[in-house]
């Protein structure tokens, strides 16, 4: 392969005398090295025109998107010896991390519309910038003033003498394309738009919006926005405060993106608040250019962030959302909000399973699945974030809690418990450890009640001992203040009782008498504090379900003997030329399970009376009688179904009044036939289903079936292809899980044949894409196996 720059070096030339001279004494942060290394791979040599520069910056920025986006290059060779290049595995992600560090860690800032007189977004964001402090240089940028809040303006971007690595622009709409030249020419590696005016407006703008990402993209410029609240970078080497909101937050370990610049505010002011250390946050705005996906892959690999946190309206590209998403929550937890439903373009379903994954389900199981966390506001974003970011990830979800106070101990056990951690029994020698010292009135179960007499000693030494329990895998102090001892005493003990340990500390410090004090000297130890036991209980089960994810390793859907063929020859034909789609017959429906293993009861399609005295004979009685007619999937509503037919009369009689019916309802020619089925023993009624969701691909759902699926709405869903795990989790995951477990007398169902249904399906579909709905409703589950006594599958073009 011919060795040959192609330029990437270039992407920083415009900043060689920048790096030689600068004073900014800081070690390079990873992504520069990793910037560093692209350079030494890519060579330096020629130099290339602009929007070739960016075209090959996009390429090296994105590995991903630069695939697809290949056949932009104009050179296909070129495009082959970067990839070359470019391929090695260091670079898949870090590129892109590279490629945000002039976002994130800019050297130099320009502010583009920086106003004099404070009040408005131009000047506040100026303002903000020098009053924070940055730690490199700000360049205000305004044609009409010659100073700028005391400093020296320049007419335009290019008249500023020193390398830009950022600019952000507060000018209008209407001036952005041309300002994106001007940074362009300039050298500007990255733009912050938080301008409006664009898609948020309609068409017009939307068009606007696209040319500017175009536009800064032939710059090889990352963009962030327009119409957003600005970014921030609070590590005291960077101390970058490009917002226009008035508070600037504590540095600490969590990443913050979100998508709407409102909330934004509000988060910075959150942070303030609960005292929660922000690492870097990006207000994404309408995501021109950056994603939160990018951002996900930037953070990845950020030393200073340990959370990352997210505020979404929507996935933007879902695939690519995911990837990122399954990745970096293997190295640190992803939590977000995710607000706004999907149900917008979602094709209305006429089958169960079809009908209940409207509920936004598919974003939660691709979220879950991800490991990514997902909360419903804000402030449980934050509280789960504020235990990760300071405390181990706990190995279990057994829980024990030290309280001063009996209330607030059942409270918390409450709270614990509805929300799947456990509050188990101590070990013995934890118990006996603590009676030895603790009064007589005192509790040593699980709360251990300490009573109101408690002391900061007896705090640290019930503290450690439950910590040391191997029962145990998190343990939730709770204060109430009592008139003896003092909050912050308490707190020193539990700080002191926590240091080195690796389970995770949550603290609940209730009441107001010295609680201020007590929690600031607990978040100076880095414990997270809670007002309420409800909230620390809420982040710690958070917690648990992450290291439930970690503790799992890959889930590959497992190899099952199934005969592709056989269902091909059905599918295949299915639907004919021409046609949307339709639902399988009866028979097509039964070759179908019957190729991929599932069990259906012995059945039979009748056409005529006759037919079906006939057939009952043969499959043997009691049957079930099912009316098959055009047009109607829910046989129960028109009072299709009936059940234990005990001999030939009955079946006669049971056929004419389906017809009857039929005639009734001015229908019978819709009328196919009947399908008799021998008739299954009793068992639980669950439901196995499939649907295509636009977005996401199949969903697959697990529940307690039944004619009254929709009314119960216990279904899990997960996301297609299932792992075995997956699948097992599926099954043990419907709230109504105890009734496959002998609830009241009933069987214990066979589980493991439940969860085999579930993987045969998600093969199917996964074999088929083809198929848009597959319900299974009611698959019987008895201790001896399960049945398919009833199902349906439609197939689209
Ligand atoms: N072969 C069978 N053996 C035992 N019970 C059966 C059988 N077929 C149906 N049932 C019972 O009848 C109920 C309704 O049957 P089926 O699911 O076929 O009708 P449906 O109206 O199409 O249902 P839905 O449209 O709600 O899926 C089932 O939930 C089950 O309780
Ligand atoms: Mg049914």
Redesign the pocket.
């Known amino acids: 392969m011919e060795e040959r720059g192609l330029g990437v070096a270039q992407i920083g030339d415009a900043h060689e005398h920048h790096r030689e001279g600068e004073d900014l004494e800081r070690e390079d942060h990873p992504h520069q090295q990793a910037a560093g290394r692209v350079e030494q791979l890519a060579g330096r040599g020629r130099s290339v025109s602009g929007g070739e520069r960016g075209r090959i910056h996009r390429y090296a920025g994105s590995y991903g998107l630069a695939i697809r986006a290949g056949h932009d290059f104009h050179q296909r060779k070129e495009s082959a010896a970067m990839e070359a290049h470019l391929s090695a595995r260091f670079c898949y992600g870090r590129c892109m991390a590279a490629s945000l560090d002039a976002l994130l860690r800019p050297r130099s800032i320009a502010v583009i519309g920086a106003a004099r007189k404070r009040g408005s977004i131009a000047a506040e964001v100026f303002h903000n910038l020098v009053h924070v402090g940055f730690q490199g240089a700000v360049y205000p940028v305004n044609p009409k003033a010659p100073v700028v809040q005391s400093v020296r303006a320049y007419a335009t971007v290019e008249d500023i003498p020193d390398a830009v690595d950022l600019a952000l622009l507060v000018v209008p709409a209407a001036q952005v394309l041309e300002t994106i030249d001007a940074c362009g020419r300039k050298g500007v590696r990255a733009v912050v738009v938080i301008s409006a005016g664009f898609a948020e407006t309609g068409p017009e703008g939307a068009a606007l919006q696209l040319a500017l990402a175009d536009r800064a993209r032939g710059y090889g410029m990352r963009v962030v926005g327009p119409n957003c609240l600005g970014v921030l970078n609070a590590h005291p080497d960077v101390r970058m405060g490009a917002t226009f909101a008035p508070n600037f937050p504590p540095f600490g370990g969590v990443a913050v993106c979100s998508q709407s610049g409102a909330l934004g505010l509000a988060i910075l002011d959150l942070a303030l608040e609960v005292g929660m250390g922000i690492s870097s946050f990006v207000s994404i705005g309408n995501r021109a250019d950056v994603s939160a996906a990018d951002l996900m892959a930037y953070w990845e690999d950020d030393p200073d962030t340990k959370v990352v946190l997210l505020y979404l309206e929507n996935l933007g590209d879902p695939a690519e959302f995911l990837e990122v998403a399954r990745r970096v929550s293997r190295k640190k937890p992803v939590a977000v909000v995710k607000s706004g439903r999907t149900e917008a373009g979602r094709r209305a379903a006429s089958s169960?399973t079809g009908a209940l994954a409207g509920m936004d389900v598919a974003v939660d199981a691709l979220l879950g699945q991800c490991g990514v966390l997902r909360t419903d506001t804000i402030h449980e974003l934050f509280e789960v974030a504020m235990l990760l970011s300071t405390q181990p990830v706990p190995r279990g979800p057994r829980v024990a809690i030290l309280t001063n106070a009996g209330g607030p101990g059942i409270m918390a056990t409450d709270a614990c418990e509805s929300r799947g951690l456990k509050v188990p029994a101590l070990a013995e020698a934890t118990r006996e450890a603590l009676r030895s010292f603790l009064p007589a009135a005192a509790s040593v179960g699980n709360p251990v009640d300490m009573i109101a007499s408690a002391s900061p000693e007896q705090y640290e030494r019930s503290l450690k001992l439950l910590l040391a329990d191997p029962g145990v895998d998190a343990v939730l102090t709770l204060f109430v203040t009592p008139i003896v001892t003092r909050a912050t005493d308490v707190a020193e003990a539990i700080a002191r009782a926590a240091a080195g340990s690796d389970k995770p500390i949550a603290a609940c410090m209730m009441g107001s008498q010295g609680v201020p004090e007590a929690v600031a000297t607990l978040r100076e130890h880095r414990i997270p504090t809670y007002t309420f036991p409800e909230a620390a209980a809420a982040a710690l089960a958070r917690a648990a379900r992450y290291g439930v994810f970690l503790a799992g390793g890959d889930d590959p859907p497992p190899a099952l003997p199934v005969d592709r063929d056989a269902a091909a020859r059905v599918l295949g034909a299915a639907v004919p030329e021409g046609a949307r789609g339709r639902w399988l017959s009866p028979d097509e429906v039964r070759a179908v399970l019957d190729a991929y293993g599932v069990a259906t009861?012995r059945?039979a399609l009748a056409r005529t009376g006759d037919e079906a005295v006939r057939f009952a004979a043969e499959l043997g009685f009691p049957?079930?009688l099912?009316l098959v007619a055009e047009g109607i999937?829910?046989?129960?509503?028109v009072g299709?179904?009936r059940?234990?037919l005990r001999d030939e009369a009955e079946v006669r009689e049971a056929y004419l009044a389906m017809l009857g019916r039929l005639t009734e309802l001015g229908r019978a020619g819709d009328m196919r036939g009947v399908l008799l089925?021998?008739?299954?023993?009793?068992g639980v009624?669950t439901?196995v289903g499939a649907t295509k969701d636009p977005e996401f691909g199949h969903l697959i759902g697990f529940g307690l079936?039944?004619?009254q699926?929709e009314l119960l709405k216990d279904v899990v869903f997960r996301v297609a292809p299932l792992g075995a795990a997956d699948a097992a989790q599926m099954v043990d995951g419907i709230r109504a899980r105890a009734l496959l477990e002998g609830f009241r007398g009933g069987p214990v169902v066979d589980k493991g044949a439940l969860a085999d249904v579930l993987l045969r399906v998600g093969r199917l579909v996964a074999d088929f894409p083809h198929i848009a709905e597959i319900?299974l409703?009611?698959v019987?589950a008895r201790p001896d196996g399960v049945?398919a006594?009833?199902a349906?599958i439609r197939v689209e073009t």
């Open positions: 169960h009861p059945q049957v079930a099912k999937t829910h046989k129960t509503d299709g179904v059940l234990g089925q021998r008739m299954a023993e009793r009624e439901f079936g039944g004619v699926v319900d409703n009611p019987i049945l006594v009833d349906r």
